[in-house]
């Protein structure tokens, strides 16, 4: 991981973890004092994780999220349910880097629904490669009439015998939004959401 992306990381982590126990401190009137003394810490500690001179480690997390629960501003279940899909959702996805755009395709992980291939389907990756000038025109022509990003995913699918609907239907959700957040930067690029949720005239 780069230093750069490291760095946001650390910014988002240590941001969520302080504005949680800022509103535990609110919720429940306590001091800085009485609050780092519950989560078995010191003062000095939340300093650093709020100036991110230091981050949050798993144990700080837990302490936090134990405390949350005991003063009943945390439902464990539906919270740490929401937490797994993100999870989920994060590990999925593909990175595609400057090279996979140069050679135009990339090899995508997949994982399916049952745990398994079935006989005959790829087992654990697929290739998506970016369609010529024609097909792409052609997308961007149906994208604006229904906004199926399933065909962009298709479309750039190979072998195209895999390119049918029974295969992504096989797929976890999680796999099957990676394949199409994939499939859709390769063919309009890393920005594409972005670009294609500007209004008509914005640069």
């Known amino acids: 991981m780069s230093t750069g992306k490291k760095r946001e990381n650390i910014h988002a982590d240590n941001t969520a973890f302080f504005s949680r126990v800022e509103k535990l401190k609110l919720a429940k009137n306590w001091t800085w004092e009485e609050i780092a003394k519950k989560l078995q810490v010191s003062r000095m500690t939340l300093h650093l994780i709020k100036t991110e001179k230091s981050g949050v480690s798993k144990r700080n997390l837990y302490r936090l999220e134990q405390l949350e ?116 930067a390769l063919v309009f690029g890393v920005n594409w959401r972005k670009k294609l949720n500007k209004a008509p005239g914005q640069k």
Do not use: W
């Open 69 to 184: 629960m005991q003063e009943g501003l945390r439902s464990s279940g539906a919270r740490n349910l929401i937490e797994a899909l993100v999870s989920n959702f994060e590990d999925a996805k593909v990175e595609l880097t400057s090279s996979d755009f140069d050679r135009g395709y990339i090899e995508a992980p997949i994982k399916y629904a049952r745990g398994e291939p079935p006989k005959g389907y790829p087992t654990s990756a697929i290739r998506l490669a970016r369609p010529d000038l024609k097909s792409s025109g052609k997308l961007i022509a149906e994208l604006l009439i229904d906004e199926d990003h399933e065909k962009v995913t298709l479309t750039c699918i190979q072998p195209q015998k895999f390119a049918t609907r029974e295969f992504l239907n096989m797929l976890t959700p999680f796999s099957y939004q990676a394949l199409t957040e994939t499939a859709m």
